[in-house]
């Protein structure tokens, strides 16, 4: 179990998956200038890109953290069982999760939070599981905390939503909407904190309510930025977004800022999908950003 100390909070990686994505580079990446990506290939491969195939490799993992108050999941990656024939890297996983979760020390019944940073399908599906065919929260005693905005922006019962794009209903339907029905979601407006170090702040762009977290804990300082930042290349190419962001120009802006924030506050940056080893320190270079990769210590 890889781990990581920030002050005195702990955080530690719990893997879902670990691969290739499902499209070639350029598609993932719609930005992307194939002169410019090659300049990385040495340290892009063969960890972060498969260049037999044309593939970014990334990871989906969830982040737990650890403070002396809270037992915090932050993303909750894809999920089992889930119907994803539209996202066949999340389609029908069969993953032992919270077998892993329980290895780091941590039973469902512990988690008090869970914060999804957006809900796209592979950062909400570990909020519920199958039981007796019903979607039933994962963690029966946590708080579901994501921005009121992404909520709006996702439920499929706002105008012809439903019919426009049934498998995202799905997705709100067997990730979303059962933590809202038991109680347990708190909808966020703006900045929120959850204690004295966790900060949780707007950054939208890859969604409109996307969320970042920051910690900070005797000096030590952490950004949790979801998919503001997808890929390592996106450090050094911050303008390109992913197939994905879907508010564009927001999205890139939303990158640098978090970039920016890193390099002037010596922040780590934990991604939800960086391959190994996952976490990365971020430098200012010829007035862009470097990437220094940061082993679990
Ligand atoms: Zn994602």
Redesign the pocket.
């Known amino acids: 179990m890889q781990s990581w100390m920030i002050g005195n909070t702990r955080v530690t990686r719990i893997e879902e998956q670990v691969g290739p994505n499902d499209v070639p580079a350029a598609t993932f990446l719609p930005d992307l200038v194939r002169e410019r990506f090659d300049r990385h290939l040495p340290w892009l491969v063969p960890v972060h890109y498969d260049p037999a195939n044309d593939k970014l490799i990334t990871s ?1 993992h969830s982040w737990l953290i650890r403070t002396d108050r809270h037992t915090i999941l932050l993303d909750s990656c894809a999920g089992n069982h889930k119907n994803r024939p539209w996202l066949p890297r999340f389609h029908q996983l069969n993953v032992p999760f919270l077998e892993r979760l329980r290895a780091a020390g941590v039973a469902p019944e512990d988690i008090d939070i869970v914060l999804c940073t957006h809900l ?1 399908a ?2 909400v599906g570990w909020n519920t599981r199958l039981e007796n065919g019903r979607w039933v929260p994962t963690f029966p005693k946590a708080r579901y905390l994501f921005s009121r905005t992404e909520k709006e922006h996702f439920d499929p019962a706002i105008g012809d939503r439903r019919a426009k794009n049934p498998g995202r209903a799905e997705m709100y339907d067997d990730s979303v909407l059962p933590v809202i029905q038991s109680g347990q979601s708190v909808l966020l407006d703006g900045e929120h904190a959850i204690d004295d170090r966790l900060l949780v702040k707007p950054a939208p762009g890859h969604t409109p309510g996307h969320v970042v977290l920051h910690l900070s804990d005797r000096g030590d300082k952490a950004l949790f930025c ?2 503001v930042c ?1 890929h390592p290349i996106q450090v050094h190419e911050p303008d390109w977004n992913t197939r ?1 962001c879907e508010v564009p120009d927001m999205a890139r802006a939303t990158r640098r800022r978090a970039l920016e924030h890193c390099a002037e506050q010596g922040a780590l940056l934990f991604p ?2 960086f391959a190994s080893p996952h976490v990365a320190r971020i430098t200012s270079a010829q007035g862009g950003f470097g990437v220094e990769f940061v082993p679990e210590k």
């Open positions: 989906n796209h592979d950062h979801g998919d997808h994905f939800t999908h």
